[in-house]
């Protein structure tokens, strides 16, 4: 019998390649499988579907992993203000794990011999992929074609036509990877430290100009309701704000990184529900939580938000922050208001139960009710006693 090899697989010119060369060069019996995040629509996962098995495979497998993305990273993702280098909202490197993950139980559903995906070896997704799969399947040999035989894009096109293998050869000048959690886009202009996308180029064009309101209804950290409707899942909220939102060209931005190799990379990106929800929701935290505990989620908020870059989603301490997270949730419950204009827009205003920022306990730089002025005038001497000995001590000299 033939070995068995599960592949990664998007209908692209790459996973085409390795399909094709696994397929007839190899003589492994190919099951493809497809992770949809929620960047396919149905249609196209048919079509993804359909050129997969002309081009060889046994089997073909399609995944909605949409619920599973949101409730395993995007939530914490909300939940910790997540932002790499307080600009993206990891759009493409969180779903490239949950991915793997769901490739890996494949490959144990089908006792695969080996696993395969189509990336080359100079961007951050091969690592994410092999980390997992190192981790959840380390017995299993991964194989990457593109990577292993450092192909072109032009070979494998060559290959492929050679094979007939009919399918859209022309390469955009952008490359678009679309997801729940966002839009990466990439071109002439990333490669370089120096470039703006061109307007016609980013996926979703601006057709309104006129500014709206908007309302977000957050339930322990979670959206749940956008304008007061609600929905029976996040995903759905995500997906409703985004159709409001992108439209005005919110969201767009260039980020620049250090990605998981070791290089400096630029990617642009649209992400107009993303980045409301995440500044709404961190807004909301502001005057709910007291100052020691929004500290402290910053410094383990950065910490997971780089971590799940670099691909480390199993390790166990990103549990242990995840719990910290969800327990700092219990009173983030409240409204958000926000106004919407072309290219961005302003938070107007909270309304929660939980609201620290209340009127009875003083009105910051008007009206102190909860202490007298000989309060601070004690608060202070204490507060500044120590730095005030070490001048004393050391003469004066700073």
Wanted: glycine share 8%; hydrophobic share 35%.
């Amino acid at each position: 019998m033939n070995k068995k090899l599960v592949l990664g697989f998007s209908g692209g010119v790459d996973t085409s390649y390795c399909a094709l060369y696994f397929n007839k060069v190899k003589k492994y019996d190919v099951h493809s499988i497809i992770v949809n995040t929620g960047g396919f629509s149905d249609s196209e996962l048919i079509k993804i579907e359909n050129h997969a098995y002309k081009l060889g495979v046994k089997s073909h497998t399609t995944i909605n992993a949409v619920k599973e993305y949101y409730d395993r990273i995007i939530k914490f993702l909300v939940f910790g203000n997540v932002l790499k280098n307080n600009t993206y909202p990891l759009s493409v490197s969180a779903e490239r794990l949950i991915q793997a993950i769901y490739i890996a139980e494949h490959v144990k559903k089908l006792n695969a011999d080996f696993v395969a995906h189509g990336s080359t070896g100079a961007g951050n997704d091969q690592v994410r992929f092999d980390v997992v799969f190192q981790i959840l399947i380390p017995n299993i040999k991964i194989i990457t074609p593109i990577r292993d035989l450092s192909l072109s894009r032009a070979e494998e096109v060559e290959y492929l036509k050679k094979n007939k293998v009919k399918m859209n050869y022309e390469k955009s000048a952008y490359s678009i990877n679309k997801g729940l959690w966002g839009t990466s886009i990439g071109g002439v202009e990333t490669l370089k430290s120096k470039g703006v996308i061109p307007e016609n180029e980013w996926p979703t064009k601006v057709t309104k100009t006129k500014t709206e309101e908007i309302e977000l209804g957050f339930v322990k950290g979670e959206l749940k309701s956008v304008n007061n409707k609600k929905f029976s899942h996040q995903t759905e909220a995500i997906k409703f704000l985004q159709n409001i939102a992108a439209p005005f060209g919110i969201g767009r931005d260039i980020h620049v990184g250090d990605t998981i190799i070791g290089i400096k990379g630029r990617v642009g990106f649209e992400a107009a529900a993303p980045m409301i929800i995440i500044k709404s929701h961190h807004q909301l935290e502001k005057h709910i939580l007291t100052k020691n505990q929004l500290q402290l989620k910053d410094n383990l908020s950065q910490f997971y938000g780089n971590s799940l870059h670099d691909g480390q989603i199993l390790d166990p301490v990103m549990r242990d922050i995840e719990n910290f997270l969800l327990n700092s949730q219990k009173n983030v419950t409240g409204k958000v208001f926000i106004q919407l204009f072309p290219y961005r827009f302003q938070i107007i205003g909270i309304e929660s139960k939980f609201d620290l920022m209340s009127s009875k306990f003083g009105k910051y730089g008007e009206a102190n009710l909860g202490w007298s002025g000989e309060d601070v005038r004690g608060f202070s001497k204490i507060f500044s006693n120590q730095t005030s000995i070490y001048y004393k001590v050391n003469k004066g000299k700073k």
